[in-house]
Nanobody
Framework: VQLVESGGGLVQPGGSLRLSCAAS????????MNWYRRAPGKEREWVAS????????TYADSVKGRFTISRDNAKNTVYLQMNSLKPEDTAVYYC??????WGQGTQVTVSS
């Protein structure tokens, strides 16, 4: 089971980024997927989830209305579209499923 996050970077406040998480080693379409983040000096927190079929996305209150989770089961990939980014969104972002370990994550820095 392997999950590889990508798409992070430096962006100005109000900007957008799309994160990707490529999955391998398991039947991706069977599992719900989640995004988490860890900001400097803070505990890792849940950001968003999506079911195996792509239904019923759910979001943390802090990102609701700005972030969108989606998935492409044909490509074994889950995405996190992040709009209207704020400095407090600065963190390492991780994807995870119930049978995976934590990956390396991808750094998102929101700063002017």
């Amino acid at each position: 089971v392997q999950l590889v996050e990508s798409g992070g970077g430096l962006v100005q406040p109000g900007g957008s980024l799309r994160l990707s998480c490529a999955a391998s080693g398991f039947t991706f379409s069977y599992y719900g997927m989640n995004w988490y983040r860890r900001a400097p000096g803070k505990e890792r927190e849940w950001v968003a989830s999506i079911t195996s079929t792509g239904s019923w996305p759910t979001y943390a209150d802090s990102v609701k209305g700005r972030f969108t989770i989606s998935r492409d089961n044909a490509k074994n990939t889950v995405y996190l579209q992040m709009n209207s980014l704020k400095p407090e969104d600065t963190a390492v972002y991780y994807c995870k499923t119930s049978i995976s370990a934590w990956g390396q994550g991808t750094q998102v820095t929101v700063s002017s």
